[in-house]
């Protein structure tokens, strides 16, 4: 016995079997169990910490210092990373949402593009929107001009909904302020900026292949007519998640400080949106074309840090899209109070992975793994993608299957040396794997079937093909780009 134990501890073979045990454990736990994936990672940690002849105290702490441990690190080191730009992100999109930014942005893309493009609106529509808004509050509210360009038009409904998830499905996966794509770049200990540069560069063409060649295709092949009924159903959700929202249903020409009944310009509401991402891509790269000393390095260093980016992004939006257009504080702190409320259990999941990780790292399990992937000739970024994948088809979300992925895969990347360009693709295939194969596990797949008035097998044949191809496109772009970064 003594032996067996001193074999999985000390060997190659047995950290990996280990590791194997410990996600085969992680995935009966989250699917058979129907634990919460916090829990199980948890468990899961704290088993394969122990396995691996890790001491108690380093694993909790001792009572001389509690704070001196695996589990608190894992936690706190992540968390103190991405919580704060988790919190505001959210924030951030709740008050775009409620000021009415999203109708907004839909109907002038549509009176831009014409009837005849009003697919490709609605997926642009998704694309922007889907920057700063979760991916179901985004159906939410984008439902029902769905309806209307889909009666207008007399066709599939399929042709215009399918655009518009796919861009928000592909931002919602790849770039920040969304959980996923922050936890990963924490985990994997990766500037945003380079996460928003290459996951733009992986959703964009994934966006274009999934959203917009494969809909029109199978748009045109399988009649979904629009459901009556649903109007009503989507307007009421719509409704639930716009708690001080004042903005009304009149045209998008009014301007930013007039009264509450008004919608925001449109030039305001994309103002919003790029302002965070503008100003952390200055932060980063201005310290690279900037003078280390000198004063505009310091400034674009600070603006450019994400927290204080997406800070300054939140309170234009409490003044611009809040306040002066007819807002009270109470109904502005009640749309932030809403939205931070689905945050806490992602957070935990974050940490969760975190501290996973952590363990990883410090039984040298990710040591075993990075060894065993190079001496296979298998390149990082297919592991990450292959381990993501299999998460997220097996237990459905994919902020867990993230969480999990890039926990398990931080240290053998930290092992391998990678640079700051390529972690960020290492992030963009853990994303891609994490939205692959939507099926009857994900909450997704039931959002779209009942808002879009699609039966079971139509949504496996169109959403779920839909997402699987977003998935392959995303990681093929990453895997692609990674050999010349």
């Not at 945050?343 to 410090?362: N, S």
């Amino acid at each position: 016995m003594t032996g067996v134990v001193s074999w999985l501890q000390d060997t190659t073979g047995g950290l990996l079997l280990l590791a194997a045990a410990g996600i085969a454990l992680l995935l009966v736990l989250i699917v058979r169990l129907k634990l919460e994936p916090f829990i199980a990672l948890l468990i899961v940690g704290m088993l394969t910490a122990l396995a691996a002849g890790v001491p108690v105290a380093e694993l909790t702490g001792s009572a001389q210092n509690p704070g001196d441990s695996l589990l608190e690190s894992g936690f706190a080191g992540i968390l103190g990373h991405v919580a704060a730009i988790i919190g505001l992100g959210t924030i951030l999109g709740a008050m775009l949402e409620s000021s009415g930014g999203a109708q907004v942005l839909t109907r002038r893309l549509l009176r831009l593009l014409g009837e005849h493009r009003a697919p490709l609106a609605m997926g642009l529509a998704g694309l922007l929107f889907g920057i700063p808004v979760f991916f179901d509050v985004g159906i939410f509210v984008l439902a029902p001009l769905v309806y209307v360009a889909a009666e207008q038009g007399r066709r599939s409904i399929l042709l215009y909904c399918l655009p518009l998830l796919a861009g928000l499905s592909v931002t919602h996966a790849f770039l920040p302020p969304h959980p996923g794509p922050v936890a990963a770049a924490g985990l994997l200990q990766v500037e945003l900026a380079w996460v928003i540069v290459m996951g733009a560069a992986c959703a964009i063409p994934a966006w274009y292949v999934g959203g917009v060649l494969f809909s029109s295709w199978i748009g045109r092949r399988i009649h979904v007519a629009v459901p009556e009924e649903m109007l009503a159903a989507a307007q009421l959700a719509r409704d639930k998640v716009r708690p001080g929202g004042t903005a009304g249903d009149g045209d998008d020409t009014g301007e930013p400080g007039g009264s509450g009944d008004a919608e925001p310009a449109l030039g305001l509401v994309l103002f919003i949106i790029a302002i965070p991402l503008v100003l952390i891509l200055a932060g980063t790269f201005g310290s690279i074309v900037l003078p280390e000393t000198s004063v505009a390095a310091g400034v674009a260093g600070f603006v450019g840090t994400p927290a204080i980016a997406l800070t300054v992004a939140v309170l234009l939006a409490f003044w611009l899209l809040g306040s002066r257009r007819g807002m009270t504080r109470e109904q502005i702190a009640e749309i932030a109070a809403v939205a931070l409320r689905p945050v806490a259990m992602i957070l935990l999941v974050v940490g969760a992975g975190a501290f996973y990780g952590t363990v990883l790292k410090a039984t040298g399990i990710g040591t075993a793994l990075a060894e065993s992937l190079a001496d296979a000739g298998l390149p990082v970024i297919f592991a990450a993608y292959v381990i993501s994948c299999g998460l997220r088809i097996a237990q459905g979300s994919a902020t867990a299957a993230i969480a999990a992925t890039a926990g398990i895969i931080g240290p053998t990347a930290a092992e391998v040396g990678m640079s700051q360009p390529q972690l960020a693709l290492v992030v963009a295939a853990i994303c891609a794997g994490s939205i692959i194969a939507s099926h009857v596990n994900d909450g997704g797949f039931w959002i779209v079937s009942r808002y879009f008035g699609l039966t079971v097998k139509d949504t496996l044949k169109t959403w779920t093909v839909l997402e699987t191809i977003l998935s392959v496109v995303g990681f093929a772009v990453a895997a692609i780009l990674i050999t010349v970064v």
